[in-house]
């Protein structure tokens, strides 16, 4: 399953950042996810206890920030929130426009005790 290696991605990023502090009992976990990566959320909270077994993530909470993708429309020179990729700009309903972002999946901070 699909977020189970996110899960381990997050714990391995997680990791490297403790690297010094192998004793330290983490107590959440701040993810900036873009609205366009292709994740379900509720799947993401559902494994990361159960990848987080037996380790320092093992009381970890997942606090997780969804962050907008912001486009910008070359043809109405609009910028607009983008719910799904291949969608069309509201304003024209074009299909000529930049993604800006949206696409991010960032450990953001690491709560510890
Ligand atoms: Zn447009």
Not at 13 to 38: D, E, F, W
Not at 71 to 87: D, E, H, P, T, V
């Amino acid at each position: 399953m699909h977020e189970i290696s996110l899960c381990q991605a997050i714990i391995d990023t997680a990791n490297k950042q403790l690297k010094n502090l192998p004793n330290a009992v983490v107590v959440s976990l701040h993810l900036s996810i873009g609205a366009l990566v292709p994740v379900d959320l509720d799947s993401l909270l559902f494994c990361f206890p159960l990848v987080a077994k037996e380790s320092q993530f093992s009381q970890a909470k997942l606090v997780i920030t969804t962050v907008a993708a912001n486009s910008f429309c070359k043809n109405c020179l609009k910028y607009f929130a983008i719910q799904q990729r291949g969608s069309s700009c509201p304003n024209c309903e074009g299909y000529h426009y930049q993604v800006l972002n949206g696409e991010e999946f960032l450990l953001k901070s690491i709560e510890i005790q």
